[in-house]
C-alpha cells in the first residue's frame, strides 16, 4: 500500500444479528486487503454476535443499553483510528475488493469527503418481498446521479476528522432511519463532495417481512424524510425524489380514487386505465428491470407493491406537510395577536 493511502477503519453496528451478521462479518475478514481495523459495536444486543465478533479479530464496544445505529457508529467513529471510516451494516456481505477500493477512489480524490455504494442485484435472500424491496434500492441507486446529495451508512465511507467536525450521525434517529440522509444534507450544505460509486455494490441478508416493511417505508423513512425536507425548504431531484417520482405520487392516488369511485360508476374504469398507463409510463425503465431480473410474474407483483408504496409513501409526506402548514399558520396566528395586542397597550 502506498504510503499515502489512507488507512480505513471499518465500522459495523449489530443488535441481536444473528446468522446474518455471522455471514457478513465472517465474509469482512476475507476481504483482500483487509480493513487496518474492524470496530463492532453491540448496541445492547442478547445473542452471541459481539463475541463472533471478537473471535474473529474484531476490536467490541458492548453497550448494555440499545440506542440505535446513529448512536453506535459515532461510538465507533470515535474509537477509531484510521483516516476513513467505512461504515457497513450487520446484514451486508461486503465484496472482496471492498477494502481497496475504498481506499483507492479516497487516494485518487483528495477531494471527495464521503462516498457510498448499494446493494447488488441477488439479494440473499429469496422470497418475493426481500427480493423486491432490495431490487427497488438497488436500481433507485444504479440510477442516481454520481454527484450525490446524501449519504448511505449501509455501506458508506467518510473521511473521519471530516465525519467528528460535523458532529456525526443525528442520535435524535433512535432506530434505524434517515440519519443517514440527513448527514448528507449536512456535507452538502458544508461544501463537501460526496459521490455515488455505483459499482460499490454489497449483498443485502436481510429477510422482509410486510410488518417490517411498512415501518421501515413510513415510520423510519417518509415521515422522518418529509420532516427533514421540510426543515431544509427544497426536494431534491434525485434517487427517491426525482420529478417522475413525484407525478407517480400524484397519478398512483388519482388511480387510487378512480378505481373506488368506479365500484359505483363503472365508466370510470377507462380514466382509471388512463391513470394506470401514464403511472406504469413513468416507471417503465424500473418494470423493465423487474422483468429482465426475475421473470414477468415477478415484475407484475412488484409493480403492484410499487403503486401501493407510491400512495401510503406520498400519505405520509402529505400528513406530515399539512401538520407543517397548520403549525405554521397558527403560529403566524399568535404572532399577529401577540402584536396587535402589544399596539393596543
Known amino acids: 500500500m502506498p504510503a499515502s493511502s489512507p488507512t480505513i477503519s471499518v465500522i459495523i453496528p449489530v443488535y441481536n444479528g444473528g446468522a446474518a451478521f455471522r455471514k457478513a462479518i465472517s465474509g469482512l475478514f476475507r476481504t483482500c486487503p483487509p480493513p487496518d481495523e474492524v470496530i463492532v459495536v453491540s448496541d445492547g444486543g442478547s445473542d452471541s454476535s459481539a463475541d463472533t465478533a471478537a473471535a474473529l479479530g474484531a476490536i467490541v464496544i458492548r453497550r448494555s443499553v440499545?440506542?440505535?445505529?446513529?448512536?453506535?457508529?459515532?461510538?465507533?467513529a470515535r474509537a477509531a483510528t484510521a483516516e476513513v471510516v467505512l461504515f457497513l451494516d450487520g446484514d451486508v456481505?461486503?465484496?472482496p475488493g471492498v477494502i481497496g477500493r475504498v481506499r483507492a477512489l479516497f487516494h485518487g480524490d483528495?477531494?471527495?469527503?464521503?462516498?457510498?455504494g448499494s446493494y447488488d442485484d441477488e439479494p440473499g435472500t429469496s422470497?418475493?418481498?426481500s427480493q423486491y424491496k432490495n431490487l427497488l434500492h438497488h436500481y433507485v441507486h444504479q440510477s442516481g446521479r454520481e454527484q450525490a446529495f446524501t449519504f448511505w451508512a449501509g455501506c458508506g465511507a467518510?473521511?473521519?476528522?471530516?465525519?467528528?467536525?460535523?458532529?456525526?450521525?443525528?442520535?435524535k434517529y433512535t432506530r434505524p432511519s434517515i440519519e443517514d440522509i440527513e448527514l448528507g444534507y449536512r456535507l452538502n450544505r458544508a461544501g463537501h463532495k460526496v459521490a455515488l460509486i455505483k459499482e460499490l455494490q454489497v449483498k443485502h441478508l436481510k429477510r422482509w417481512r410486510v410488518s417490517s416493511l411498512l415501518r421501515s417505508d413510513i415510520m423510519d423513512r417518509a415521515i422522518p424524510w418529509a420532516r427533514l425536507i421540510v426543515r431544509e425548504g427544497a426536494i431534491p431531484d434525485d434517487l427517491n425524489l426525482n420529478v417522475a417520482g413525484r407525478w407517480s405520487a400524484v397519478t398512483a392516488w388519482a388511480l387510487a380514487f378512480l378505481l373506488a369511485a368506479a365500484v359505483r360508476d363503472v365508466a370510470l374504469l377507462f380514466p382509471a386505465a388512463v391513470?394506470?398507463?401514464?403511472?406504469?409510463?413513468?416507471?417503465?425503465?424500473?418494470?423493465a428491470f423487474f422483468y429482465r431480473q426475475r421473470g414477468f410474474r415477478f415484475m407484475l407483483g412488484a409493480v403492484l407493491c410499487h403503486w401501493l408504496y407510491y400512495v401510503y409513501g406520498s400519505a405520509a409526506f402529505a400528513l406530515i406537510v399539512i401538520q407543517?402548514?397548520?403549525?405554521?399558520?397558527?403560529?403566524?396566528?399568535?404572532?399577529?395577536?401577540k402584536t396587535a395586542s402589544l399596539r393596543r397597550s
Open 66 to 76: 440499545r440506542g440505535g445505529p446513529a448512536q453506535a457508529r459515532n461510538q465507533g
Open 93 to 95: 456481505l461486503a465484496p
Open 110 to 116: 483528495k477531494e471527495l469527503a464521503a462516498l457510498f
Open 127 to 129: 422470497d418475493f418481498l
Open 158 to 171: 467518510i473521511r473521519r476528522d471530516i465525519f467528528l467536525a460535523l458532529g456525526g450521525f443525528d442520535e
Open 275 to 287: 391513470a394506470a398507463a401514464i403511472l406504469w409510463f413513468l416507471n417503465a425503465p424500473l418494470y
Open 324 to 337: 407543517h402548514l397548520l403549525r405554521t399558520a397558527v403560529e403566524r396566528a399568535l404572532r399577529l395577536r
